[in-house]
Every structure is written in structure tokens, then in C-alpha cells.
Nanobody, 126 residues
Framework: QAQFVESGGTPVQAGAFLRLSCTAS????????VGWYRQAPGKQRELVAV???????TYANFAEGRFTIWGDNTRGAVFLAMLNLKPEDTAVYYC????????????????????WGQGTQVTVSS
């Protein structure tokens, strides 16, 4: 399983900007869609954004218009820019390779299939 390394998280004040970075070995990122997730204390991990190798991007409702996902020129890394951070953005942020799967009820979703890294902590203070 792929091991991902996330970085860029730090304590910030509300309204700040952060850029998170996601890297992995070989061509794991280059060849796969990559999702950013976050998990706040006591809550389930939730999908933030996805970028495919073809440049397609999707965002969670809370991220639309405020967060941006993109890869570098060779797609050796995937980034998440977060603007106007809010206290509710406080969470551990993770990245992972994802695939578009269907459950037994024929609903489609982005499913992570790599090994989870340690994530990077983002803490936003008022």
C-alpha cells in the first residue's frame, strides 16, 4: 500500500491562508486521482477535495470557493490551498489515492485505497 506524507499544517488565526502538501513514492500520485480528507476531533474523516490525473477537480460543499486542489507540473505532489480559514477547519488533514466506486445501492463515491499517512494538523484560532 502507498504511504503518503502530508505537510504544511500549523496553528493559525482565523482568516489566514495555508498550503498543504502531499507526496508519495514513485508515480503513485501521478497515476491516480488524489483526495484530501480531514478529521476533526470526535468526528468522522470527511473528503475535502479530489483531483484526477486529467485535471478534473471536485470539492466538498464547505470547500467550494475557498479551498483549491492542484498538482505540480509533473504531478509529483498534490497541494491544497485553504483561504480564509475558520475555526471549524481545525482538523488533521490527510491525502490518499482515491477511486470512483459504487456501493451496493448503486451510489457512487470517491473511495481511498492507499495506506493512510500521519496527516498534518491544522488548528485555527478565533
Amino acid at each position: 500500500q502507498a504511504q503518503f506524507v502530508e505537510s504544511g499544517g500549523t496553528p493559525v488565526q482565523a482568516g489566514a491562508f495555508l498550503r498543504l502538501s502531499c507526496t508519495a513514492s514513485k508515480t503513485i500520485i501521478k497515476d491516480n486521482a488524489v483526495g484530501w480528507y480531514r478529521q476533526a476531533p470526535g468526528k468522522q474523516r470527511e473528503l475535502v477535495a479530489v483531483e484526477t490525473p486529467f485535471g478534473e477537480k471536485t470539492y466538498a460543499n464547505f470547500a467550494e470557493g475557498r479551498f483549491t486542489i492542484w498538482g505540480d507540473n509533473t504531478r509529483g505532489a498534490v497541494f491544497l490551498a485553504m483561504l480564509n480559514l475558520k475555526p471549524e477547519d481545525t482538523a488533521v488533514y490527510y491525502c490518499n489515492t482515491v477511486r470512483f466506486d459504487r456501493d451496493s445501492g448503486e451510489s457512487y463515491f470517491w473511495a481511498p485505497f492507499g495506506a493512510w499517512g500521519q496527516g498534518t494538523q491544522v488548528t485555527v484560532s478565533s
